[in-house]
């Protein structure tokens, strides 16, 4: 005899994401877009670089140009704020 919190099985595609809940409901997400490890080292690297020149130009705003390097690394900073705020939604 079973009870209304039988677990039933359920076929989940891999790769996922499972979350968990505090009200003991799981759910899964499946991801299409998967990075390797070595582009989200990358990644990281540029990042990091692009926060070093950001932060120097705030600084030392008079001493840095407005390059090609410096724009696109404002907007590599702008686009992951706005991922990340779009995960956190």
């Avoid at 994401?17 to 582009?39: C, G």
């Avoid at 932060?55 to 590599?76: G, M, N, Q, V």
């Amino acid at each position: 005899m079973g009870s209304k919190n039988d677990l039933n099985p359920i076929e989940i595609p891999f790769p996922n994401i499972l979350i968990f809940y505090d009200n003991k409901i799981a759910t899964y997400s499946f991801e299409k877009t998967l990075l390797e490890a070595s582009k989200i080292v990358e990644d990281e690297k540029e990042l990091k670089d692009a926060i070093s020149l950001v932060r120097t130009f705030a600084e030392y705003p008079d001493r840095i140009a407005l390059t090609d390097s410096f724009i696109k690394s404002l907007k590599l900073l702008a686009d992951t704020v706005e991922s990340q705020m779009e995960e956190v939604k």
